[in-house]
């Protein structure tokens, strides 16, 4: 799922109401990755956040990060989403 803010800031998620661990990739307004929380426990209302700001927020299943080696700087590319 992406989540599509605004504006930049500080970002924070929980995972009441999710059943499966996920990795939550931050994205800058660059689109470029600033943070990642890996496999965050399912069920917490424990805030997954990274320091850096971010415009969006990318949450795909746990092991996602590490098994398309996915690192802080790399570039994300959008398709299909207007540039309003």
Known sequence: MLFIFDEPEVQSFWMRNTY???DIIFIGADRSVVGI????????EEPRAVEAQSQYVLEVH???AA??????????????????
């Open 67 to 84: 098994e398309h080696a996915i690192a802080l700087g790399d570039t994300v590319r959008f398709e299909g989403l207007s540039e309003e």
């Open 62 to 64: 746990g092991g996602f």
């Open 20 to 22: 499966l661990r996920l």
């Open 37 to 44: 929380v890996e496999n965050a426990a399912p069920l917490t």
